[in-house]
């Protein structure tokens, strides 16, 4: 039954995929990347990885595809026709996608208990999550969490990645200071992005000579 | 009963599929999409039951808010050509 959905949902992800290459239309192409992140979270999910299904379709089809749609605004809605393939292009992704197919081979078995991954740090959280009632003294494990969140994943993503996430947090507030700083902020009341500039900033080398005249 | 269920459902997505694809209009091609969205989230609850684990449906919940959110905005661009 998952073999079954999933080599259909794999053929519809080829499918769509090519679409999405092939096609003019810069619309089409943002809906099909949309279709395309919908039939990926359903794959994560029938792997059972809720939390990567969780985020390929808030991100993949939710925030992206809003993102891509603010983009079009700018570009016009057709492709700009360039028929020629770039052939060493082409032998680039070929060669790196050969080399990646290559670097699988080593990789564990899907699922297998003794995959590196599972022997670093996850014994450490799963005993220290587990319940030992108060245990305290010699024997007691070093941080005794006493079953305090019960599902050992949401254990490991709120509890032991709690540091990942807050510097996360903090990278991305950063990048959004930054940003604002160097755009500057919209003075528009509701719109987050201006269309045409006034006073031309250096964010454009197009916007440099104006620059320059008005000095 | 739920497995011959979902793979109605995924041969239903590959018809959305080929509307998304052939789609003259825009119109075609979004209502293609966001229909595929909404088969995603029956999709989501089915497997759910077929993996004997039917508290998924929370996840069903969120495709759904999620899917609502990306039409509305292509839909704004459609109608003012400009976001916000």
């Known amino acids: ?215 | 009963m739920f497995a011959a269920a979902s793979i109605a459902i995924l041969v239903a997505i590959l018809l959305y599929l080929v509307r998304a694809l052939l789609g003259p209009t825009a119109f075609d091609r979004i209502l293609a999409t966001n229909a595929l969205g909404t088969k995603t989230v029956i999709l989501v609850s089915l497997l759910g039951f077929v993996y004997e684990r039917p508290d998924f449906l929370d996840i069903a919940l969120v495709y759904a808010l999620i899917n609502f959110l990306a039409t509305l905005a292509i839909l704004k661009f459609i109608e003012y050509q400009r976001l916000g």
């Not at chain 1, 939390?51 to 016009?76: C, K, P």
């Not at chain 1, 799963?126 to 006493?146: E, R, S, T, V, W």
């Open chain 1, 1 to 215: 039954m998952m073999i079954a959905v999933d080599m259909l949902l794999l053929t519809l992800l080829g499918i769509t995929a090519v679409a999405v290459i092939r096609t003019r239309s810069l619309f089409g192409a943002v809906l099909l990347m949309s279709i395309y992140s919908l039939l990926m979270a359903i794959v994560w999910y029938n792997m059972q990885a809720m939390d990567v299904a969780f985020t390929e379709a808030a991100v993949g089809a939710g925030i992206t595809t809003v993102l891509l749609v603010g983009t079009l605004v700018y570009t016009g809605r057709e492709e700009r026709r360039e028929p020629r393939v770039h052939w060493p292009a082409l032998g680039i992704c070929v060669a790196t996608g050969a080399a990646l197919v290559y670097g699988i081979q080593d990789m564990p078995r899907f699922g297998d208990p003794a995959a590196p991954i599972h022997g670093h740090v996850a014994p450490e959280y799963i005993a220290q999550n587990a319940p030992h009632g108060d245990q305290i003294g010699p024997g007691a494990p070093l941080a005794n969490m006493g079953h305090h969140v019960p599902n050992q994943v949401t254990a490991v993503l709120a509890s032991y990645r709690g540091y990942d996430t807050m510097f996360e947090t903090a990278v991305i507030f950063t990048a959004g200071i930054s940003l604002i700083l160097l755009r500057g902020a919209p003075r528009e009341k509701g719109r987050l992005f201006r269309r045409r500039r006034r006073r031309a900033p250096r964010a454009r080398p197009r916007d440099e000579s104006e620059t320059a005249g008005d000095g």
